[in-house]
């Protein structure tokens, strides 16, 4: 193979295009107005616990882009649902784990570490006494979370220490839960 067809392959890491991945990152160094996102969801009651979350796109850099997906919720039978799909506690927690387990995939491609397997396992505790009013003094949320990274791949355990400590000092998701976000609501009745 000649050089010219070598260099005009992708440089492919754990399914991540690093060339492309660099050149995204090029780009926002170079115009900073092409690192504003904006991501929306409307999500709609169906009836007893269940709704359908819809995402129809995203915006990046000014520019509109379309997706089309829906996240169905319910809550298990023994919470009033009918347990047809994950509760919003699961779905939290997997947008947690998803946008962790992104950031190690992307740290160690562009270090140029391949993975062999990565798995988070998250958990946490919500009293219903606070989700229920019942007691005041009782959080109606998580007062913490807990989560193990396993991760197995060719870099050494100092690689992934470094990764690790990228990926937490970087991961949106961990930064929403661990800062408070301002939640700003409007009621349109009728």
């Not at 298990?76 to 927690?93: D, K, V, Y």
């Not at 562009?110 to 606070?130: F, H």
């Not at 992934?160 to 929403?176: G, K, L, Q, R």
Request: glycine share 8%; with cysteine.
């Amino acid at each position: 193979m000649n050089a010219n067809a070598q260099k005009n392959e992708p440089n492919i890491v754990n399914g991540i295009n690093v060339d492309e991945l660099f050149g995204m990152v090029e780009s926002v160094k170079a115009d900073a107005s092409k690192a504003e996102t904006s991501w929306r969801v409307a999500t709609t009651w169906q009836g007893q616990t269940r709704t359908r979350a819809e995402v129809e796109g995203f915006s990046i850099g000014g520019q509109d882009v379309l997706r089309r997906f829906t996240i169905d919720i319910d809550e298990p039978c023994e919470l009033g649902g009918t347990n047809q799909s994950a509760n919003p506690q699961e779905h939290l927690i997997a947008a947690l784990n998803a946008c962790i387990v992104v950031g190690y995939v992307a740290q160690c491609a562009v270090r140029g570490i391949t993975l062999e397997s990565l798995r988070i396992e998250t958990e946490g505790e919500i009293d219903l006494r606070g989700f229920l009013g019942l007691d005041p003094q009782v959080a109606n949320g998580y007062e913490n979370l807990r989560y193990t990274v396993h991760i197995k791949g060719n870099g050494t355990e100092q690689q992934f220490v470094e990764v690790h400590d990228a990926v937490m000092a970087t991961s949106p998701n961990v930064y929403n839960l661990a800062n408070a976000v301002t939640l700003k609501s409007t009621l349109v009745v009728g």
